[in-house]
């Protein structure tokens, strides 16, 4: 069975305040907003609040932070939640800790959050004492403090708040901070169940799975395991699939049991994949050898011994697949490398060796292990002796050994020498360096470079299970630029099997690190997902993260969403804002926007010239819609001198590239021109055409 010891994470308490109304005005807004009525909601609650009502100050400041008939805008949230907590609210002054602590619209700031969750904790709020505790707990803004974690959880479990009642049974169940005490853990464990809190269920699961504290009760065990399961709680999944594989607690139910192990399977539950593999390999109705292989590959890659010692027993005796010898000691390697005794009696076997005398072949069997499944030997095998000498560094690369020093210097250089030979395209020395760096230090960005060395064949075998093993690795070890190709594979389902749930982990790990493109990504997941007023302001937030590092697509993202009021309140000067970054990259749909914005003043003083200048632009590109608006411009003399032969140029260009309307007006301007003049403009119409726009 599995077990875990989870904390919960911190929850923004957009709670509307629904005590006694100060005036009818207020009671107005608080019906509308219930209604989804935004609108009248902000009209009602913006007198109040410049009026210094505390009440309509803090529910104003939910609305521009969820933006909720207003553009989304943390600074101004702030702003109103600072005037709110600063009059004792308690709602506001939980927010504002919220919002200083993980940097909303304010400097991030754990003492300044400790403060505003106190004043409200000590007000009895439910929120702010659970967050509080945890704060003293991990020691952030404050020094740790068991025993105060445990007041703070108390009092929030008390007024029946799940999260602070998961967090003090697990307290209870561990001795932290209090005297040990399993019935404790048992009853906040069953209260946050009770609530349907999903870590409170899977551990009252366990505790009646294994009669820790309560008398064992299988099918007990099996009813919480399973109300978390449906939750998606991936621990939960497994066990509730072990159960009707062994029929513990409900009739044995194979079908049952694969369907659960799947689910968590797909989550990443590596035992689920092993035993899913075990499944679909027996003979029988269910048997299915490319199910088996799947997962059970899928477990090795993540470094599981076990699976990586059944594939080498799958390979080496034509079980699933063909027989594979190198194949077979490949995974055999790696599961030596990792203490498993029936893989090194296996490889020993294979290798005409006699049983094992002493435990010494161990770390031998990992750095074979390592080599198989970098290539490194077939690599090496095709140069007989490569030499490496750099000045004050002692090491040599040959074809049956690398020498480095152990220290942090000698990472440095075999990084910065790896790197520097694959940018030079020397593969075959960048792969042994960066590999060496990869594997003795667990180096991610060496091994996300080995990672697409893999995938392109790069001085390295393309082999997609290594691409997949590199990336992972790397983003194990925190690498943005892995993790976010690790999304991409499981988002895609390539190399791995499809996974929204990780992909969008792999996003925001590196979205939190700044990645950009994962930042966009992460955002268009809770954009598609779009459950609640938090998906869309999740999106909202990091398409926003994504542009402001100037990514192209999340800025058109932006720009098309304030133009349109889609997922958020329309608003054409935001909307100018983002066009105006798109068309300051180049991007020729941003300069005809700003053009046309300029030229009808949308979200921008109305400036004809500067219409003009955005126009050709995109008109350079050969834009329709630009040459057309150009040409227009010429016609009438707006932002230019009127000058009919441009006109006519610019709308026959505009016809060629597919402007329907422009043909229509070219013919119109061609009866106010004299023939010489309707040559000319016809000469420079294929001149222009003919140098790319270049000469027009």
Not at 156 to 168: D, F, R, S, T, V
Not at 266 to 291: F, K
Not at 292 to 304: Q, V
Not at 552 to 563: G, R, T
Request: with cysteine; hydrophobic share 40%.
């Amino acid at each position: 069975m599995h077990f875990k010891n989870i904390m919960t994470g911190l929850t923004l308490a957009l709670l509307l305040v629904c005590g006694l109304a100060v005036s009818a005005d207020f009671d107005k807004g608080l019906k509308a907003y219930q209604s989804g009525d935004f609108k009248t909601a902000l009209a009602e609650w913006s007198p109040l609040a410049e009026k210094g009502i505390s009440k309509a100050q803090s529910n104003l400041a939910v609305m521009y932070a969820n933006g909720e008939g207003v553009p989304q805008n943390n600074i101004t949230a702030v702003k109103w939640l600072t005037k709110a907590a600063e009059q004792g609210q308690a709602t506001a002054q939980h927010n504002l800790g919220f919002m200083y602590q993980n940097g909303s619209g304010v400097p991030k700031s754990y003492m300044t959050a400790l403060m505003w969750y106190t004043l409200a904790a000590e007000q009895g709020y439910a929120n702010a004492q659970h967050n509080l505790a945890l704060m003293y707990e991990k020691g952030e803004g404050v020094t740790k403090s068991i025993s105060d974690a445990i007041k703070w959880y108390t009092l929030a479990a008390e007024q029946g708040y799940a999260n602070a009642q998961h967090n003090l049974a697990l307290m209870y169940e561990k001795g932290e901070g209090v005297t040990k005490s399993i019935s404790d853990a048992i009853k906040w464990y069953t209260l946050a169940a009770e609530q349907g809190y999903a870590d409170a269920q899977f551990s009252l699961g366990f505790m009646y799975d294994s009669g820790r504290g309560v008398p064992e009760n299988k099918r007990f065990a099996l009813e919480w395991y399973k109300k978390a399961a449906i939750q998606g709680d991936a621990d939960a999944q497994h066990n509730v699939a072990l159960m009707y594989e062994q029929g513990e607690g409900v009739t044995k139910s194979l079908s049952e049991a694969i369907n659960w192990y799947t689910a968590a399977a797909e989550q990443g539950v590596v035992s689920s994949q092993v035993n899913l593999a075990l499944i679909y390999s027996q003979e029988g109705i269910v048997r299915s050898p490319s199910n088996a292989m799947k997962w059970y590959m899928a477990a090795a890659l993540a470094g599981d011994a076990s699976a990586q010692y059944l594939l080498g027993l799958t390979y080496q005796y034509d079980d699933l697949v063909p027989q594979n010898i190198p194949e077979a000691m490949k995974w055999y390697a790696l599961a030596a490398g990792q203490g498993d005794s029936d893989a090194e009696a296996e490889l020993r076997a294979l290798n005409g060796e006699g049983p094992s005398e002493t435990d010494e072949k161990q770390s031998d069997y990992a750095t074979l292990a390592e080599q198989a499944l970098a290539a490194d030997l077939l690599i090496l095998s095709e140069d007989s002796s490569v030499e490496i000498d750099q000045q004050k560094n002692d090491f040599v690369i040959t074809s049956d050994q690398i020498k480095l020093g152990e220290d942090e210097k000698s990472l440095s250089i075999s990084r910065q020498l790896g790197l520097e030979a694959f940018s030079a395209e020397e593969y075959k020395h960048a792969h042994m360096l960066l590999g060496h760096a990869a594997k003795t230090w667990n180096d991610p960005q060496s091994q996300f470079v080995l990672g697409v060395m893999h995938e392109k064949g790069l001085g390295a075998i393309k082999n997609d299970k290594l691409h997949h093993y590199w990336m992972n690795e790397a983003a194990q070890g925190g690498y943005a630029a892995a993790q976010n190709a690790l999304a991409n594979m499981y988002s895609e389902g390539v190399f791995v099997s499809k996974s929204k749930k990780l992909a969008k982990y792999w996003y925001t790990k590196a979205a939190e690190q700044g990645h950009q493109n994962s930042q966009f990504l992460l955002a268009k997941t809770y954009e598609v997902r779009n459950r609640d007023i938090n998906d869309k302001e999740m999106a909202l937030y990091w398409y926003t993260e994504s542009a402001n590092q100037g990514n192209l697509p999340a800025q058109l993202k932006l720009a098309h969403m304030y133009s349109k009021g889609k997922g958020v309140e329309k608003n054409n000067e935001e909307a100018f804002k983002w066009w105006m970054k798109v068309a300051e990259s180049g991007n020729v749909l941003g300069q005809v926007m700003v053009g046309t914005m300029f030229a009808s003043g949308t979200g921008v003083a109305q400036n004809l010239k500067v219409a003009v200048k955005w126009d050709k632009l995109a008109s350079a590109q050969g834009s329709a819609a630009a040459q057309f608006n150009l040409a227009s411009s010429y016609a009438m003399g707006q932002g230019v001198l009127t000058d009919y032969v441009r006109s006519y140029m610019w709308y026959d260009l505009s016809s060629y590239n597919g402007q329907k309307s422009a043909e229509k007006n070219r013919d119109s301007i061609s009866k106010m021109m004299t023939l010489d003049q309707l040559s000319k403009a016809q000469e420079m119409a294929s001149r222009c055409l003919a140098s790319s726009y270049v000469d027009c």
